[in-house]
């Protein structure tokens, strides 16, 4: 179910002191941070580390390195063409764009290592921006279909109580629903696996204001549960009302990590990286 990525640069081969993805050193970049450790010395729930992932000869990851505490909402912001759902997909693992160089790691266990498949059943959830509804099957097939292997997430009635208008239409094909309800089940379909971090890629994209407010209140309902969630999303202000963090990326890079709460108070830092 999961969806299930600007110019090449010259590397050089360079030992490092941990197994990572590839051996390049990628010239031009700043150093990277490794993710923040607990007092134990253990990684964060989710962490990523100087992650470089290209389109064909298109560089668009530059070196993002962050993490997620467990139960952590965080906002992954920036311009049209920053590289946030591209960076999105390289931590879901799809094929698109090539992941290079970085490490991924989800509760200890390295998601750099994996193909989306197995990410996925290791409890990666994608939600990706074209909500990718399979045409010719209705609304409970669409959610029994992400049934159909273990592990199993929400029960279909608990994702009705989630969403009414869902239950409401189950019998409906899904890609006739309305843009709003499409999105409704997109993460409904996502919650019906056993997900520990749930990545959304642009969830108000096309939607009216008052669906968005919809939307909104539903994923005040998931982040009440305490699941862990990074959020791509062109509608800042609505993300950073809702995250506990914001990440924000320019040209590929980190440029800010920081709490929510910063970004809506720096309007020159809204301005210079988000143009609102």
Not at 1 to 28: I, W, Y
Not at 228 to 246: F, P
Not at 251 to 265: A, I, N, T
Request: aromatic share 6%.
């Amino acid at each position: 179910m999961s969806a299930a990525t600007f110019v090449e640069e010259d590397v050089e081969t360079q030992s490092k002191p941990r197994q990572v993805l590839g051996n390049e050193q990628f010239e031009g970049q700043a150093p990277a941070t490794r993710p923040t450790l607990t007092a134990g010395g253990q990684p964060a729930f989710f962490s990523c580390w100087d992650l470089h992932a290209y389109y064909g000869e298109s560089y668009i990851v530059q070196g993002v390195s962050f993490d997620v505490r467990e139960g952590e909402i965080v906002a992954l912001l920036g311009r049209n063409g920053a590289g946030k759902t591209s960076t999105l997909r390289a931590i879901a693992r799809v094929g698109d764009p090539e992941l290079k160089h970085g490490e991924i790691w989800l509760d200890h266990k390295p998601l750099h290592e994996m193909k989306a498949h197995q990410a996925a059943q290791i409890g990666v959830g994608l939600v990706p921006e074209d909500r990718r509804i399979i045409q010719g099957l209705t609304v409970e097939e669409n959610l029994k279909l992400a049934q159909i292997a273990p592990p199993l997430g929400w029960s279909i009635e608990r994702i009705y109580d989630l969403f009414p208008r869902l239950g409401e239409r189950r019998n409906q094909e899904g890609t006739t629903l309305s843009g709003g309800e499409q999105q409704m089940l997109a993460i409904g379909r996502t919650l019906a696996r056993d997900i520990k971090l749930l990545l959304l890629d642009e969830p108000y994209e096309g939607l009216a204001p008052v669906i968005v407010q919809e939307i909104e209140k539903t994923l005040e309902q998931i982040k009440s549960l305490g699941m862990t969630t990074i959020i791509v999303e062109q509608n800042a202000i609505a993300a950073l009302h809702m995250a506990d963090r914001a990440i924000i990326l320019d040209m590929g890079q980190v440029v800010f990590d920081g709490k929510s709460q910063e970004v809506l108070d720096d309007a020159d830092m809204r301005q210079q990286y988000l143009a609102i």
